[in-house]
């Protein structure tokens, strides 16, 4: 015969177990992991996403967004706004953006414009202390303060930079090696 509520004790057990080693452990050990911010702050990983930012090469005129829309038309709460740069003397479209708008309160951190840019252009930030008085206007981020350079992406996320990098050289390099190729070698006469 087993008596009436030995399962509950049983759980009251484990459970005063667990609080009370937890004062003892590491926090990468199941200890406790409260940490005193402003004062303190977590480790940052890597994978850590918040708010979108764009990426630039060299100068923020070298930007690498093309404006193609992709992501704009991908975003969940379609918070992203994009106008496409156009010649001045053609009116031919450029490849690059006049107006690339994100509105950090419709924002979701879900990363969905991360991964469907074909460009390597959009990516998600550590920052997460966004603040501002007016929701409406305050929020919505151009173009200007969304540039962010590439030396800034390799700092904050060094696994996904390098490769990234790598791979946009190896393209550069291809594209030259195809040109020079197409290219007819000059001849003296």
């Known amino acids: 015969m087993t008596l009436f509520g030995t399962g509950v004790l049983k759980g009251l057990i484990v459970t005063l177990k667990n609080f009370a080693t937890s004062y003892f452990r590491k926090p990468d050990n199941g200890g406790i992991f409260t940490v005193q911010y402003p004062e303190e702050r977590a480790k940052e990983i890597e994978s850590f996403r918040n708010f979108p930012f764009l990426v630039y090469d060299g100068t923020p005129e070298k930007i690498r967004c093309v404006a193609c829309g992709i992501c704009e038309r991908e975003c969940p709460p379609k918070c992203i706004h994009i106008v496409m740069e156009t010649e001045a003397g053609t009116g031919k479209p450029a490849k690059r953006p006049a107006v690339f708008e994100i509105d950090y309160g419709l924002c979701m951190n879900c990363g969905m414009c991360e991964d469907v840019c074909p460009f390597d252009s959009i990516y998600m930030d550590h920052a997460f202390e966004v603040t501002a008085s007016d929701r409406t206007?305050?929020?919505?981020?151009?173009?200007?303060?969304?540039?962010?350079?590439?030396?800034?992406?390799?700092?904050?996320?060094?696994?996904?930079?390098?490769?990234?990098?790598?791979?946009?050289?190896?393209?550069?390099?291809?594209?030259?090696?195809?040109?020079?190729?197409?290219?007819?070698?000059?001849?003296?006469?």
């Open 137 to 189: 206007q305050e929020l919505v981020r151009p173009k200007e303060t969304l540039l962010k350079s590439n030396d800034y992406f390799l700092k904050i996320r060094p696994g996904t930079a390098t490769p990234v990098d790598q791979k946009r050289r190896a393209a550069e390099e291809k594209k030259k090696t195809a040109q020079a190729a197409a290219t007819p070698p000059k001849t003296n006469p």
